[in-house]
């Protein structure tokens, strides 16, 4: 009689939760605000409890980087060596690409990014989860002024976007190279506005839409977001340099592959551009 | 030990757990995957303390984490919930524990619970979940909670001890 009464308990438990969880998928689905509100306070209340763990434990984590990715580090390693040194010998031709892409930059009447607002914020989670290895956490949030959908730089360029509503203290952004992130894009010199999209983890970006078969595109050259017409994204922003060039003869478009200009594998701090289209154009 | 102080004992448990899932875990990766932690806080409950209590301490991590992940609010709650349930079916109707068993079944339960994730959330329009690389995931992460089991075991079995009544 006992166990039936708990087998009956249980069942309605389970029938209970699962119930709630359906009722909380539906409304995270359909945007419900209360929700997500609900959801960001409690996210803010753990908040300051998380960051003094990350402070206690990221040495440990550190450390178990440096053990496990041993043999990656060092060929990492080789490698920065060998580039500083092509660095070095290159600084005059580096200077000249600097003042090639300025001058571009300036003829496309594309202004510079430092002029608008911006937060920067510090990455305190990357990939908390094992399927999500296209976001990270920042420490800033709509008190700082950030919104859905603002730009996320670093020195090396576009790095992705805020995804949703942030909280009080915290955002999510969304890596440029989830497969599902598109940005409008041109190539430095050229008219012709193309959609590039995320390709996958440690893969290129891909420009598959918009660049006319006769547009003069060659390998090397700079990918800057495009910012047109209502654009998340301010014009001029390095995206990437072309590493690929396809043709697709059918529907007379180039097909490029972009290599990010900004590397999202190792992020610490973030800057995100306080961007609004709207309020630009007025 | 009061009902009152195994239900203190289990949230101060779950919410640590879930601390360091956040700050620790997430960062102690092997082929570029960390143990599911949050998974394996759900199975071994069901393993200790039956069905219910599976499916409880599931639902309870399965929100914590579903406030830090990208997809959808109550996804892994949802499946945390009937994993943490069914593994502590099996635990009371078939098995019976001896320690080695509850491992194997930490991992098997955690392969199967990735899986059904993935599927899922591919179901409910999220995207890229069900990859190439989802297998290495369910490997590489039911070999770390095999890992975690037996702490976690010992957790669970701090947290709410037999005297006070189980499922089976």
């Known amino acids: 009689m006992a166990t039936g009464t708990r087998t009956g308990r249980s069942r309605f438990t389970l029938i209970f939760l699962l119930l709630s969880s359906a009722t909380l998928l539906t409304l995270d689905a359909r945007d419900f605000e209360p929700l997500q509100r609900t959801e960001e306070t409690l996210a803010d209340l753990i908040s300051p409890l998380r960051s003094g763990a990350d402070r206690l434990f990221g040495p440990v984590g550190d450390a178990w980087a440096g053990i496990t990715g041993y043999d990656e580090l060092k060929t990492e390693n080789q490698m920065l060596r060998q580039e500083l040194q092509e660095l070095e010998g290159q600084k005059i031709l580096d200077s000249d690409a600097v003042v090639r892409l300025e001058s571009l930059l300036d003829e496309l009447g594309l202004p510079y990014v430092q002029d608008i607002p911006n937060v920067v914020g510090e990455v305190v989670t990357a990939n908390v989860g094992n399927f999500d290895r296209y976001s990270v956490q920042i420490n800033r949030g709509s008190d700082d002024g950030i919104r859905n959908g603002m730009p996320v730089v670093t020195r090396g360029g576009l790095v992705g976007r805020i995804d949703g509503d942030p909280g009080r203290g915290h955002s999510r952004v969304t890596l440029l190279t989830d497969p599902g992130f598109e940005v409008g894009v041109l190539a430095v010199g050229t008219d012709d506005v193309a959609l590039a999209s995320g390709g996958g983890h440690g893969e290129p970006l891909m420009v598959a839409r918009g660049l006319e078969i006769d547009t003069e595109v060659a390998l090397g050259h700079e990918v800057?977001?495009?910012?047109?017409?209502?654009?998340?994204?301010?014009?001029?922003?390095?995206?990437?340099?072309?590493?690929?060039?396809?043709?697709?003869?059918?529907?007379?478009?180039?097909?490029?592959?972009?290599?990010?200009?900004?590397?999202?594998?190792?992020?610490?701090?973030?800057?995100?551009?306080?961007?609004?289209?709207?309020?630009?154009?007025? | 030990m009061t009902a009152a102080t195994a239900y203190l004992r289990s949230a101060l448990f779950l919410f640590t757990a879930l601390i360091l899932h956040l700050a620790l875990f997430s960062d102690l990766r092997v082929l570029g995957v960390a143990p599911e932690v949050p998974l394996a806080i759900a199975v071994t409950a069901g393993l200790v303390g039956g069905p219910e209590r599976g499916a409880t301490a599931g639902f309870a991590i399965g929100l914590g984490i579903d406030l830090y992940l990208p997809t959808l609010f109550g996804l892994s709650a949802l499946i945390y919930t009937v994993w943490g349930y069914a593994v502590g079916l099996v635990e009371v109707r078939i098995f019976r524990s001896a320690w080695w068993i509850n491992v194997l079944i930490t991992a098997a339960a955690t392969a199967g619970g990735l899986l059904v994730?993935?599927?899922?959330?591919?179901?409910?329009?999220?995207?890229?979940?069900?990859?190439?690389?989802?297998y290495r995931v369910m490997g590489v992460s039911a070999v770390a909670n095999m890992v975690l089991s037996l702490p976690l075991l010992g957790l669970w079995r701090w947290s709410w001890p037999r005297h006070l009544g189980e499922e089976r």
């Not at chain 1, 301010?234 to 200009?261: C, H, K, N, W, Y």
């Open chain 1, 224 to 282: 800057v977001t495009s910012g047109v017409d209502r654009s998340r994204y301010p014009p001029g922003i390095p995206v990437g340099t072309v590493t690929g060039i396809d043709f697709d003869e059918a529907r007379l478009l180039q097909l490029l592959t972009v290599a990010p200009s900004a590397d999202t594998d190792s992020l610490s701090f973030v800057t995100v551009l306080l961007y609004d289209p709207l309020a630009e154009e007025t």
């Open chain 2, 117 to 134: 994730y993935a599927v899922l959330g591919e179901l409910l329009g999220e995207a890229n979940l069900y990859t190439d690389r989802l």
